[in-house]
């Protein structure tokens, strides 16, 4: 591995190594790197690729005896649910994603200017502390649609709207289950954005200010490009979580009514992984890595291009 | 997961068979009874009062997992402790509350397997019977024609697999019985229905005098509808029929499926159900019974299984009375062969290893000591036929045992029936409440359930 | 309040502070306004559900929760109820035992790769980098039955050498080496976002001054990054401590299960105990609010500070 030829060095910010010490560079590393490695390849490398070979088999009851070429994959393409499923995970993508975002940062920004800026953020982190099952439970009262019972039908009724079956009408369903997952990570897009903005040295801000920019124009101006890397890591991060999201749905809706909810991740588990279905729910997850790719390599090339330092 | 949780019994109201022979308790084959199944010790005795005791091993520790928790496992622990008492064996209970086939599955693999589990769903039991998972009854020295004796015709059928018993069935529920309030009827001046017909009819009878929508539904838990679905089309055509539609060669696309689904939106409608339909479709199955038994109802009707009066009473409002604000009849007639069928969900015990002990435990549950045990903590119905009328500590749990036991024929939880790997029944029946093309979701339906049936194998 | 002030704005021009003390007040409303909108909004379904947690069973399906102010019926049973359950205290403890190496491995063994991937050089540096991303991807399920089999032959193989049984997933190491693992890809890439950030001048003077590499990991870079990484084992700790399906998985007995399986086993089959639901949701959230708060100052700099310099 030290023989191969150096590729081109990337990040910006690489030392040369230090030629007195006695390993060689690429030897250093793979010290620093082997226990991440080793666990690693124990449990996720070699899952994966057991997945693959689990991907092309029937693979029932954990019996991998049946190989059946491409047909999971068919199978699974072909499943309306799942197509429902896709659907639904680009409506979280773009709403989730950028709502999250959003309110991380207007949360962030806002919350630094008023001295009770650490109870702010603790409130918005506060669901983060929160399990998922509980988190379910707690929005599944709100969402109630006896008024008597739940809350947001309460508040409908005080107005004289409603009620609306928010988990019931397949209009709404996807609509008020990415309203909880925006209210579960706004907290994670605060803390992060928030820090990062701690990071913008007064002085910058001043000098703007002394020049005549308005609050917007700093936002705009220089706040955001200066917090564009975290909010990269941010978006990068969510949209991990949007692919593999699977507790709200499966512990609100089940992905109903009818398959109005479903995502892609839920249909890995409910209906297949659960089911023993492991060929398939292989299939499934080869197809979730897949999706994914183009955020990666949009990750690492942003990297790349030395926006970084 | 609510898949497999549907045909689990909540606490208090089941009951059991009761058992229909003669003298109420009477010992099943201690000696002799049908089947001469005692060669060398192998004295298979269930169903007699003395448990195995003379042959079985004793000081052994199992561990037996199941879904239940809370007060399901307080009620079960008493029948272990009584194993313990009658063999000299330990039984140790892990509740596996939730993924349950993933963690299940998860042992398996990982070679540290409960003894003894007791399954939710015939398709998991296939399916762990097939690949090896479970063992079958006669592996550990039972002899299954021993068994047959104690049980109701039909109880020990869904525990085959291939034509071997792999799982014997401990506890079950009706799900034949229809919920009601007796004194909205009374005070509406109607009368509890005989038939379908005469269920339309109270409903608009109720409507007409003042609540308007009488029909409580808990459509978000899909099963609720499955079990809709299969009441009526068991009603409508019988027990051979159904259970031919729930088997391998069942034809969704047959036209009794779209009658009966006909008949199923001809009272869950709009009109008739808290909310509409979008209403009831973001309703949980325990929302439902507040609907009709809370403390501010707005429904007089739920239908469901014989495990609703325990939630009903226990926790919804504990205000309840029964016979006078909760009470049940029998799922309405369609005028056919199915009309005095009774269909039941239940648990099925499994074996997953021949550990010392195991042999012990599966054949103490099916002693009539166990189903006594068991049934006098209210928690259950036990399938044991000596069990008597009298071991059910209310009077919801005595009448469903009676209902089960007088039934023509019993037949399981088709939904329970359908491979594990098989589309979303009850999603499929929330968009057929919400009016989409039947003909188009049954064809898909159809092909996905064939597809399943022919994997499995 | 407003009129006052538009008076005075009018009425005092020359009082420079007092006057401009007003007007920042003012222009400060609409921020007071939303950001109290903003807690509120992520106060009350907790609140909802923590006035749950006090109220009997029958009545949380019978009135909302809001209504209880009137009529104060709030019981502490519930919370009895699932203290004194049985082995609920050894299930704290084991949630602890299982929690703390939980987040301290990965703390440690992202850190060390992460490092290699921001400061070092070595071959496929950004592919290696590139494919444990990926890794982020896989859905945990994916990883059991591979892992489980692998621990049976690695279990096997230790009883046949010691002569004694031994299971791996009967003690705890199973668990942590898991979580860990599965905890890698984040924390790698969170970590690794933040260490290039970190100023190359101060690490290329430590290395002139002969450091060694593992030298300038422990003086310049961990101390630096202390925000980054009290922040992420912050998140590590929440996951881990709310985790519910990887414990079921990987803690073969059940004797050492965490509060989170301990809870599930209060409820019937149909999960329809809501008191029990809402105080063990409180219950749990007690340590995750206690990390949180204890460690929140971290925040002020926090993660991600250094990525904006």
Redo the contacts between chains.
């Keep these: 591995?030290?023989t191969?030829?150096?590729?081109i060095?990337?990040?910006a910010?690489?030392?040369?190594?230090?030629p007195?010490?006695g390993?060689p560079?690429?030897v250093?590393?793979?010290l620093?790197?082997l226990?991440?490695?080793i666990?690693?390849l124990?449990?996720?490398?070699?899952?994966?690729i057991?997945?693959l070979r689990m991907s092309v088999d029937?693979g029932?009851?954990?019996?991998f005896s049946r190989f059946v070429g491409l047909d999971n994959y068919i199978?699974v393409l072909q499943?309306?649910?799942f197509q429902t499923a896709i659907i639904n995970n680009i409506l979280w993508l773009i709403f989730y994603t950028s709502i999250v975002i959003f309110?991380g940062l207007v949360?962030a920004v806002?919350?630094m200017?008023?001295r009770?800026e650490?109870?702010?953020?603790?409130?918005?982190?506060?669901?983060?502390?929160?399990?998922?099952?509980?988190l379910g439970?707690?929005?599944?009262?709100?969402?109630?649609?006896?008024p008597?019972?739940?809350?947001l039908n309460?508040l409908l009724g005080v107005v004289g709207l409603g009620?609306v079956?928010?988990?019931?009408?397949?209009a709404w369903v996807n609509a008020a289950l990415i309203a909880v997952g925006i209210?579960g990570s706004?907290?994670?897009a605060t803390?992060?954005l928030?820090?990062?903005?701690?990071?913008?040295s007064p002085e910058i801000l001043e000098a703007a200010r002394t020049d005549g920019a308005n609050e917007f124009q700093i936002f705009w101006r220089i706040i955001l490009p200066?917090?564009s890397?975290?909010i990269s890591?941010l978006a990068?991060?969510l949209v991990?979580n949007v692919?593999?999201l699977?507790d709200i749905p499966y512990v609100m809706?089940?992905?109903?009514?009818?398959?109005a909810s479903r995502v892609i991740?839920l249909e890995?588990?409910?209906?297949?992984?659960?089911?023993?279905?492991?060929g398939?729910?292989?299939a499934v997850?080869v197809i979730?890595?897949v999706?994914?790719?183009p955020v990666?390599?949009f990750?690492?090339r942003r990297?790349?291009s030395g926006s970084?330092? | 997961m609510a898949k497999s949780l549907r045909f689990m019994t909540l606490p208090i109201a089941a009951v059991m068979i009761v058992s229909a022979c003669s003298s109420g308790g009477t010992p099943a084959p201690s000696a002799g009874g049908g089947t001469s199944a005692a060669p060398g010790g192998e004295s298979a005795a269930p169903g007699g009062e003395s448990a195995p005791a003379a042959s079985g091993v004793t000081g052994a520790t199992i561990t037996v997992t199941s879904l239940w928790g809370g007060s399901e496992q307080e009620a079960f622990q008493k029948v272990l402790d009584d194993f313990k008492a009658k063999t000299g064996n330990t039984a140790t209970y892990q509740a596996q509350r939730t993924d349950y086939a993933t963690v299940l599955q998860s042992k398996i693999t990982s070679g540290s397997p409960p003894d003894v589990a007791i399954m939710p769903g015939l398709g998991f039991l296939r399916q762990f019977a097939r690949s090896g998972g479970i063992k079958k009854i006669s592996d550990l020295g039972i002899d299954p024609a021993s068994l047959e004796a104690n049980y109701p015709p039909g109880i020990l059928d869904p525990g085959k697999v291939d034509g071997e018993l792999y799982g014997i069935m401990v506890k079950f529920n009706s799900k034949s019985t229809f919920w009601y309030r007796p004194d909205k009827l009374s005070a509406a001046g109607a009368t509890v229905p005989k038939s379908f017909d005469d269920l339309k009819s109270l409903i608009s009878t109720l409507q007409s005098k003042g609540s308007a929508t009488p029909l409580a539904l808990g459509a978000k838990d899909s099963w609720t509808l499955t079990d809709w679905f299969e009441e009526i089309y068991l009603r409508q055509n019988g027990p051979d029929a159904y259970k031919k539609l729930f088997s391998p060669d069942g034809d969704w696309t047959d036209p009794t499926v779209a009658t009966a689904l006909d008949a199923m939106k001809s009272v869950i409608t709009n009109q008739n159900v808290p909310g509409g339909i979008t209403g009831a479709l973001g309703v949980a199955f325990t929302d439902g019974i507040a609907q009709a038994f809370g403390a501010n109802p707005s429904a007089d009707l739920y239908y469901e299984g014989g495990f609703v009066g325990g939630i009903a009473t226990g926790q919804v409002n504990k205000s309840l009375e029964i016979g006078k604000t909760i009470d049940w009849f029998d799922f309405p007639a369609f005028g056919g062969s199915g009309d005095t069928a009774a269909e039941i969900g239940g648990d099925e015990i499994a074996a997953l290893t021949t550990n010392p002990g195991v042999k012990e435990f599966i054949q103490y549950m099916t002693t009539v000591d166990s189903g006594t045990t068991w049934a006098k903590t209210g928690a259950i119905i036990s399938p044991v036929k000596a069990v008597g009328a009298d071991a059910y500590p209310n009077d919801l749990a005595k009448k469903e045992a009676a209902q089960v036991a007088g039934a023509s024929a019993v037949v399981y939880d088709g939904s329970d029936t359908l491979p594990a790997g098989a589309p979303d029944m009850g999603a499929m029946l929330q968009k057929v409440i919400q009016g989409q093309d039947t003909a188009g979701l049954l064809s898909t339906f159809n092909s996905a359930v064939k597809q399943a049936w022919s994997d499995e194998k | 309040m407003s009129t006052t002030t538009a008076t005075e704005r009018v009425a005092a021009p020359a009082a420079e502070t007092a006057s401009s003390r007003i007007l920042r007040g003012l222009n400060r409303l609409p921020i007071h306004i939303a950001l109290g909108l903003i807690a509120l909004v992520w106060l009350l379904p907790t609140v909802g559900l923590l006035v749950t947690s006090f109220r009997p069973r029958t009545e949380i399906q019978s009135s909302g929760w809001w209504t209880t102010f009137g009529s104060l019926q709030l019981t502490l049973e519930n919370y009895q109820q699932v203290l004194n359950a049985q082995g609920m205290g050894q299930a704290f403890i084991n949630s602890l035992i299982i929690a703390v190496p939980s987040t301290l491995l990965p703390l440690l063994v992202c850190s060390l790769a992460a490092y290699a991937f921001s400061w070092l050089r070595f071959p496929f540096r950004d592919t290696i980098f590139l494919i444990i991303i990926a890794l982020m991807m896989v859905p945990v399920q994916v990883a059991f039955l591979p892992v489980l089999q692998l621990f049976k032959t690695l279990s096997d193989g230790v009883s046949s050498v010691t002569g004694q049984p031994f299971v791996i997933t009967q003690g705890y190491a199973g668990i942590w080496l898991a979580h860990t693992a599965f905890a890698l890809p984040f924390g790698i890439f969170l970590l690794r976002n933040f260490f290039i950030t970190l100023p190359k001048d101060l690490i290329e003077a430590a290395r002139i001054d002969g450091s060694s590499t593992f030298g300038v990991f422990r003086t310049i870079v961990i101390p630096l990054s202390v925000p980054a990484i009290a922040a992420y084992g912050i998140f590590q700790f929440l996951w881990v401590w709310n985790d519910l399906l990887m414990a079921l998985i990987f803690v073969g007995k059940n004797s050492n299960y965490p509060m989170t399986i301990q809870v599930t086993t209060l409820l019937g089959t149909y999960g329809t105990e809501w008191h029990l639901l809402a105080a063990s949701a409180f219950i749990l959230m007690v340590v995750p609010l206690a990390v949180f708060f204890s460690l929140q100052r971290y925040f002020v700099q926090g993660l991600l500070a250094g990525s904006v310099k």
Excluded: C, E, H
Excluded at chain 1, 60 to 63: E, W
Excluded at chain 1, 165 to 170: A, I, V
Excluded at chain 1, 253 to 259: V, W
């Design positions: 591995m030290a191969v030829p150096q590729p060095p990337t990040t910010t690489t030392t040369s190594p230090s007195r010490r390993l560079s690429g250093t590393a793979l620093f790197l226990p991440a490695l666990l690693l124990v449990f996720l490398v070699y899952p994966v057991s997945t029937r029932l009851g954990g019996n199978n499943t309306p649910s309110f949360i806002v919350a200017r008023v009770y650490s109870i702010i953020k603790a409130v918005v982190f506060l669901p983060m502390a929160i399990a998922a099952t509980a439970v707690i929005w599944t009262f709100v969402y109630q649609l006896d008597n019972i739940g809350l309460a009620p079956s928010w988990l019931g009408d397949p209210w706004a907290g994670f803390v992060i928030s820090a990062a903005l701690k990071g913008i200066m917090v890397l975290p890591v990068v991060t991990v692919v593999k699977f809706t089940q992905g109903g009514p009818g398959d991740a890995f588990y409910k209906q297949d992984f659960s089911a023993g279905q492991f398939k729910a292989a997850a979730m890595l999706i994914l790719i990666m390599i990750n690492v990297f790349r970084v330092v």
